[in-house]
């Protein structure tokens, strides 16, 4: 793996986070936690993500917000968002702006799975 080599989970629900993270690990990958956009921002831990796992709606700054923060800001990190509330109009939002996926909760955890795999290997060669 590059320098970016942790896998970062954004989500204010607990459960999913402890979840996602037992799950990543499985698969033998990095991973970190947080609780909120802002907590990840304020972590100094970006220029080691290889993959942000990001809930589209949480308290302060949302999923998109983030994803729209990153993208002015000139950060090219791939995102895959988790969302339990299906709406065609966020998910178009999100993938336009380049997304790598948009899974409702409850997920199969080899569809996540798929898109950090693919995720990583696009940073991992240098695409954006």
């Known amino acids: 793996m590059s320098d ?7 989500d204010d629900d607990d459960s999913v986070r402890k979840a996602a993270r037992r799950l990543i690990r ?9 609780a909120s956009a802002n907590q990840f921002l ?3 831990r970006l220029k080691e993500t290889a993959c942000l796992v990001l809930d589209v709606h949480m308290p302060g700054m949302s999923g998109l917000e983030l994803q729209s923060h990153l993208s002015a800001a000139g950060v090219a990190i791939p995102i ?3 969302t ?6 966020a998910r178009a939002q999100a993938l336009q702006a380049g997304a790598f996926g948009y899974l409702i909760k409850p997920f199969e955890e080899d569809d996540l799975l798929d898109c950090i795999n693919r995720a990583l290997h696009r940073a991992n060669n240098g695409e954006n």
Not at 4 to 10: A, E, N, P, Q, T
Not at 84 to 89: H, K, R, S, V, Y
């Open 26 to 34: 499985s698969y033998g990958l990095a991973v970190d936690t947080f």
């Open 4 to 10: 970016r080599s942790v896998v970062m989970i954004v």
């Open 84 to 89: 339990a509330l299906a709406n065609e109009a």
């Open 42 to 44: 304020a972590s100094g």
């Open 80 to 82: 895959i968002f988790i």
